[in-house]
């Protein structure tokens, strides 16, 4: 099972003190930090309460000295019990006059001291959890400091995961490939992907999982046209192929991937289509080692698919990407991304063919979508997904 508290709490503090030491080489005197995953990282702080958006909550990480929560005076308490952070400051909230805008000025104020640049949540995949009016006000009143990206810092730490990270993305994992596996025992022509999904839900934190964040279910005649819709009522029929794609959650850590089912013997052409995308996949775990890139992994991927165009033209941008903390992180398997891979990333492979392209509207064109996760070790990589059968697995009608 995951670590005790107190070793936790180690890691966290090991995170903040690298990271003064990069603030400073860079010349900033303070990371500025808003959302969930990265307060969550560096501090421990762990609460439903970050689906209420009525109540912000900060972080300010001073190049030197102790670091700075500042949170809603009625979730102190958070702070206190699930956080190694001693300086917590808090207001009455909500407050729109001044909803801690004035407690993080002054925090910023006195870590800045000489310097006079501040890092924050600002590059490509980021988020200020914030008002964007609050942030406005923040630069306008520090007006001789200047706000730079932080965020790439941020992720060079968080896309290689230790040792207890990788262990809770694992418990979500088991817990979803195995739900995922005993589908087909359960699921039925004439049911819907709604009732489907309840199932499987409930059934993956039987399992183990704590959560079940994001499951899109998506069904049609030969194909399916996209892997982002949620499961609707419509009940499943012969001939229909469905996908389920699933990330589950333990102790705030994803898994991702998804599953292709058929309803009936499938058409030869559904069949084909499941081998290229199950056999591009195999190439991927087989070649994915320390020191290639991600687009060289795209590459491979691509060659299996029928090559470069046919990869592109599922116009997905990737062929999977880095998770953890968050659902989809950086960097991408990309044509253009070239990342290095290394030693103990966490990665989804995610290959897409196109069975029927778009006659105008896109919810006619039909796809197929396959997915597994990794972890690159030091030779090679692990499956940390259970394997998806090389058949594709049939619904009985």
């Known amino acids: 099972m995951p670590e005790s508290t107190h070793t936790r709490f180690a890691e966290h503090k090991a995170r903040t003190c690298r990271l003064q ?30 689906n209420n958006l009525t109540r912000p909550h ?62 924050a949540e600002l590059g490509p995949q980021s988020r200020l959890t914030m008002p964007a009016g609050d942030f406005l006000r923040i630069q306008k009143m520090l007006q001789r400091v200047e706000f730079v990206d932080g965020h790439a810092l941020l992720m060079s730490y968080r896309v290689v995961k230790s040792a207890s990270e990788i262990e809770r993305i ?7 490939s195995r739900a995922l596996n005993e589908l087909p025992t359960i699921a039925r022509s004439g049911q819907s992907l709604y009732d489907l999904a309840q199932a499987l839900k409930m059934r993956i934190i039987e399992l183990g999982a704590q959560d079940v964040p994001y499951m899109v279910g998506v069904s049609g005649q030969g194909g399916y046209p996209c892997v982002n819709l949620a499961p609707d009522h419509r009940p499943l029929r012969s001939g229909d192929v469905f996908v389920f794609d699933v990330a589950a959650r333990y102790d705030g850590y994803y898994c991702d991937f998804d599953r292709d089912y058929a309803v009936g013997a499938p058409s030869v052409e559904v069949r084909s289509a499941y081998r290229r995308l199950w056999e591009a996949t195999e190439a991927a775990i087989d070649a994915v080692k320390p020191g290639l890139r991600m687009s060289d992994i795209w590459q491979v991927m691509a060659k299996e698919l029928g090559g470069v165009q046919q990869a592109r033209s599922a116009k997905v941008g990737r062929l999977g990407h880095s998770i953890g903390l968050r659902l989809c992180e950086e960097p991408s398997i990309g044509e253009a991304d070239h990342t290095v891979i290394r030693a103990n990333m966490v990665l989804t492979l995610e290959p897409s063919l196109v069975l029927k392209p778009s006659s105008g509207r896109q919810a006619d064109r039909r796809i197929m979508v396959h997915e597994e996760n990794i972890l690159v070790t030091e030779t090679g990589c692990r499956l940390m997904s259970l394997r998806t059968p090389k058949e594709m697995p049939i619904i009985q009608e």
Request: proline fraction near 6%.
């Open 170 to 176: 694992q418990v979500a994992a088991t817990a979803a």
């Open 21 to 50: 030491a990069d603030l400073l080489a860079l010349g900033c005197g303070a990371l500025f930090v808003t959302s969930e995953d990265n307060i969550q990282y560096l501090t421990g702080f762990k609460s439903p309460v970050w």
């Open 58 to 119: 900060y972080l300010i990480v001073p190049a030197k000295g102790e670091p700075i929560l500042i949170s809603p005076a009625n979730y102190a308490v958070i702070a206190e019990q699930t956080t190694w952070i001693t300086d917590v400051r808090t207001w009455v909230s909500p407050n729109p006059e001044d909803d801690g805008v004035s407690l993080v000025v002054d925090a910023l104020r006195s870590s800045t001291d000489a310097m006079k640049k501040i890092a």
